[in-house]
């Protein structure tokens, strides 16, 4: 299974965006998904996560209220929605699949399958 992140773009302060993710070579609607980024200088960071039904999600407490992950597993694609953008949001983000699924993990170990990420950039 090999993940594509797109979506990603130039955006003002302010502002929203939405990322998603499908796959190519398999399905990814049995697998939990997971958001994270990298931003210059800076660590890998987990944003949210959801389980293969929806019925389960997990958000970085940090930005709560701002992003919202959600998938439709019909069309094979996992998003998420980026809103009130900040400058710091800066970053690659990618997608990530595993089946380890409750609880969500937040960390990378365990999600086996990688996007290429997709560059968010905001404007002050």
């Known amino acids: 299974v090999q993940l594509q992140a797109s979506g990603g773009g130039l955006a003002q302060a302010g502002g929203s965006l939405r990322l998603s993710c499908t796959s190519v070579?398999?399905?990814?609607?049995?697998?939990?998904v997971a958001w994270f980024r990298r931003a210059p200088g800076k660590e890998r960071e987990f944003l949210a996560a959801?389980?293969?039904?929806?019925?389960?999600?997990a958000y970085e407490p940090s930005v709560r209220g701002r992003v919202t992950i959600s998938r439709d597993n019909d069309k094979n694609e996992v998003y998420l929605q980026l809103n009130n953008l900040k400058p710091e949001d800066t970053a690659v983000y990618y997608c990530a699949a595993g089946i380890w699924q409750q609880p969500l993990s937040t960390g990378p170990g365990l999600y086996n399958y990688w996007g290429q990420g997709t560059l968010v950039t905001v404007s002050s």
């Open positions: 070579g398999g399905s990814i609607s049995g697998y939990a």
């Open positions: 959801i389980n293969w039904s929806s019925d389960f999600t």
